[in-house]
């Protein structure tokens, strides 16, 4: 049984940063497409980027770019999310993905996270 484990969430203030993890169990995704989406309150969940390892491609939402990083330690399963500059409607919960198709940024997981929780405090 695969599961996707998010940790790294909070508290912040407005121009803080924060790290999210995520470290899969049941299977490994080093070949296969891992990324991060996000969902505030009363609205729709949106992308935030996808990676694909072995080719060393990554897309992030245009309106993120140049504040969040990804990275990744396959020994450890283990995919992480560096959010720097933190605005205010960063705030959301913040789900990790798997597997699945991607074109682009856009992408369809096969599986999710229970998320984490970011809030940024202005």
């Known amino acids: 049984q695969v599961q996707l484990v998010e940790s790294g969430g909070g508290l912040v203030q407005a121009g803080g940063s924060l790290r999210l993890s995520c470290t899969a169990s049941?299977?490994?995704?080093?070949?296969?497409?891992m990324g991060w989406f996000r969902q505030a309150p009363g609205k729709e969940r949106e992308f935030v980027m996808v990676?694909?390892?072995?080719?060393?491609?990554?897309y992030y939402a245009d309106s993120l770019k140049g504040r969040f990083t990804t990275s990744r330690d396959n020994a450890k399963n283990t995919v992480y999310l560096q959010m720097n500059s933190l605005k205010p409607e960063d705030t959301a919960v913040y789900y990790c993905?798997?597997?699945?198709?991607?074109?682009?940024?856009?992408?369809?997981?096969?599986?999710w996270g229970q998320g984490t929780q970011v809030t940024v405090s202005s």
């Open positions: 049941g299977r490994t995704f080093s070949n296969d497409a």
């Open positions: 993905a798997a597997g699945g198709t991607s074109s682009g940024s856009n992408y369809y997981p096969t599986y």
């Open positions: 990676s694909r390892w072995s080719g060393g491609i990554t």
